[in-house]
């Protein structure tokens, strides 16, 4: 099964620049979406389709995906952007399709 | 508004039962695939199974980890989701959310979530 490995945490200076990193063999070759979730709710979807933003989410949020990598990209990080995010990709190559989720990273802002 | 209401959790001993249900509004329910997405304390997102919508006939999928003692199914009629839970384990403990692609009809990423409904399984 396909697997999708995310750094524990990530810690970052308010106004200061956070990259997520989300790792899987030939990721290049998926479209990955990203989620932010903060304690006690449910999963918001921040990027989806590698890079795109869907209504309402700040142009501070973006995502890029090339070999075996993805990144979530967040600028001007600011205080309520502490939260746990999720990478994601549908593992086609299985049966049945496998929504596939990376471990998590927990976004500390100093 | 796209609304998604999850209900049905609770305690339930192990080898035991339960049916969650998933209220939904502000969209064609017919029209969208409709998954469910556990978390178990403190860990992170597992998908666990999806009914497909009407073009895909309905037919349903499961995670291997839940497959056999799980069931997903939909009424149309009041646009709900029923997620049917059998045989189970301390380790299906974990909030439930039921999730969907309302911007299409594909199998998409999950734009809307329910709040999640809590499922302790415990002796």
């Known amino acids: 099964s396909y697997v999708l490995t995310q750094p524990p945490s990530v810690s970052v200076a308010p106004g200061k620049t956070a990259s997520i990193a989300c790792g899987g063999d030939k990721i290049g070759t998926y479209s990955v979406h990203w989620y932010q979730q903060k304690p006690g709710q449910a999963p918001v979807l921040v990027i989806h389709y590698d890079g795109g933003r869907p209504s309402g989410i700040p142009e501070r949020f973006s995502g890029s995906n090339s070999g075996n990598t993805a990144t979530l990209t967040i600028s001007r990080v600011e205080a309520g952007d502490e939260a746990d995010y999720y990478c994601?990709?549908?593992?086609?190559?299985?049966?049945?399709?496998?929504?596939?989720f990376g471990g998590g990273t927990k976004l500390t802002v100093l | 508004e796209v609304q998604l209401v999850e209900s049905g959790g609770g305690l339930v001993q192990p080898g035991g039962s339960l049916r969650l249900s998933c209220a939904t509004s502000g969209f064609t329910f017919r029209d969208h695939n409709m998954d469910w997405v556990r978390q178990a304390p403190g860990k992170g997102l597992e998908w666990i199974g999806r009914s497909r919508n009407r073009v895909n006939s309905f037919t349903t999928e499961y995670a291997a980890s839940v497959k056999g003692r799980f069931t997903i199914s939909r009424d149309d009629s009041k646009k709900s989701l029923v997620l049917q839970m059998n045989s189970l384990k301390t380790d299906d403990t974990a909030i439930y959310y039921c999730a969907t692609f309302v911007l299409d009809s594909v199998m998409g990423p999950f734009d809307s979530w329910g709040r999640g409904t809590l499922v302790t399984v415990s002796s």
């Open positions: 994601q990709v549908l593992d086609s190559g299985s049966d049945p399709h496998v929504w596939v």
